[in-house]
């Protein structure tokens, strides 16, 4: 994984063209210009729209701004699932530029978590982290990391730094030889419609003869639904 960098990077530099809309019954003091925006799609939408923010509260009042919150097509769109996920599961059949209608009043609070700054964004990402590593590496290596590592995977991430992210990420994502492989591989797969937003469950990376796993395996596993009747992913 750490050695395949022109597939890291064709990853990590994914973006998604975007038009920003404010919501016709937001009270403005002249029209409001739409926006584009390049969104990454590993990111999240709070962390890169400030922005976004910034250009709609020029033609608002302050007392007429309250939390921002995006939608698309009448669906609150989560802050905390990154930008790509929310594209697939929401947005993947439509054209491009994908069109984000702004909000910033009626917060749905039912639909939607509170994201009053980017230290919530932060602990919600790190939490991630952890989660991951302990599955794999049964948290040894993200407890062995210093503070100032943990900070730097991070800033990374924000300021869409791909060598200050993976200088950290790479330590998370090898496997000591003594181990032969991660314990257990950290996956989600989310469902658009569904009661359950996604199925996450443990999941080995190798048979009990020795075979790799791959992708089908895992997915024939987990949600044989998705699985064509043929057998083939």
């Known amino acids: 994984m750490t050695d395949d960098k022109d597939v890291l990077r064709d990853v990590w ?16 003091e002249r029209e409001a210009e739409p926006y584009y925006l390049l969104l990454p799609r590993i990111s999240y939408l709070t962390l890169v729209t400030d922005k976004v923010k910034k250009h ?9 701004i309250s939390e921002i919150w995006f939608e698309f097509e009448g669906i609150p769109l ?3 699932y990154p930008i790509g996920l929310l594209f697939d599961l929401h947005a993947s059949n439509t054209s491009l530029p994908w069109s984000i209608t702004v909000h910033f009043k009626n917060f749905p609070a039912k639909d939607l978590l509170h994201c009053q700054s980017k230290d919530v964004i932060e602990a919600h990402f790190m939490s991630s982290v952890k989660e991951a590593d302990a599955l794999k590496h049964k948290s040894q290596v993200i407890n062995e990391m210093q503070k100032k ?11 869409d730094k791909f060598e200050q992210f993976w200088a950290i990420n790479r330590k ?3 496997v ?9 591989i950290p996956f989600r797969i989310y469902q658009a419609i569904n ?4 199925i996450q469950k443990l999941f080995r990376p190798v048979a009990n003869d020795g075979r790799p796993y791959t992708l089908g395996d895992l997915i024939r596993e987990v949600c044989p ?7 083939h992913v």
Do not use: S
């Not at 639904?225 to 057998?231: H, K």
């Open 149 to 159: 590592d943990h900070k730097q995977l991070w800033m990374g991430l924000q300021n």
């Open 172 to 174: 998370l994502m090898e």
């Open 56 to 64: 709609f509260q020029k033609v608002m009042r302050t007392e007429d």
């Open 225 to 231: 639904a998705a699985v064509p009747a043929e057998g």
């Open 195 to 198: 009661e359950r937003p996604f």
């Open 13 to 28: 530099f994914g973006r998604i063209p975007t038009c920003f809309t404010l919501y016709q019954d937001e009270l403005t």
């Open 176 to 184: 000591p030889p003594e181990d032969g492989g991660f314990r257990y």
């Open 78 to 80: 989560k802050w905390h």
